[in-house]
T-cell receptor
């Protein structure tokens, strides 16, 4: 069965600093990979996705992620963090569940941004 | 353009009561799913549907029922609420194409006392 690991429960960065959130997955075939963001009291919003092609993908709000097959990773990055980026971030792998592709989510990383 | 609409936003139930969480989408998406979110646990799949009349169980289906009579609606039923079902519930939908991400509703916060 597929699984997703986000090793960092909390990450604290200063505004303007760079950011990298880690995500590792376990799946036997090429997965579909996603990053979502959840602001307090809100639903999840899709930041970016990877399913084939260029391993560096660009998303909304200035985020990017790189798929590394050899490391089974899909880390999320942003060169300069803004205070409004403080939120919960979820990595997900879209893998076969029964006969369908349903995403499995990691436990999330909470991003705290200091002024 | 409403997207995915969940009602109610908040609910308090007594142990043993039943209720239905409503979910509706106006994007003509075939796939719909219900997740529950608990602190430190991420999102766990309860039930999902790949089209009207077709549903299947996810990771944590016990205590929940679903049906999908139309493309638009995917209600989640709690038959006899238990304190362990205290959680935030999210409904999500996507098109058939597997490389699309899900569109999420804003959630229902349920407390069972």
């Amino acid at each position: 069965a597929q699984s997703v690991t986000q090793p960092d429960i909390h990450i604290t960065v200063s505004e303007g600093a760079s950011l990298e959130l880690r995500c590792n997955y376990s799946y036997g075939a090429t997965p579909y990979l996603f990053w979502y963001v959840q602001s307090p009291g809100q639903g999840l919003q899709l930041l970016l996705k990877y399913f084939s092609g260029d391993t560096l993908v660009q998303g909304i709000k200035g985020f990017e992620a790189e798929f590394k097959r050899s490391q089974s990773s899909f880390n999320l990055r942003k060169p300069s963090v803004h205070w409004s980026d403080a939120a919960e971030y979820f990595c997900a792998v879209g893998a076969r569940t029964g006969g369908s592709y349903i995403p499995t989510f990691g436990r999330g990383t909470s991003l705290i941004v200091h002024p | 353009n409403a997207g995915v609409t969940q009602t109610p936003k908040f609910q308090v139930l007594k142990t043993g009561q039943s209720m239905t969480l409503q979910c509706a989408q106006d994007m003509n998406h075939e796939y719909m799913s219900w997740y529950r979110q608990d602190p430190g646990m991420g999102l766990r799949l309860i039930h999902y549907s790949v089209g009207a009349g077709i549903t299947d169980q996810g990771e944590v289906p016990n205590g929940y029922n679903v049906s999908r009579s139309t493309t638009e609606d995917f209600p989640l039923r709690l038959l006899s609420a238990a304190p362990s079902q205290t959680s935030v519930y999210f409904c999500a939908s996507r098109p058939t194409q597997r490389n699309y991400g899900y569109t999420f509703g804003s959630g229902t916060r349920l407390t069972v006392v």
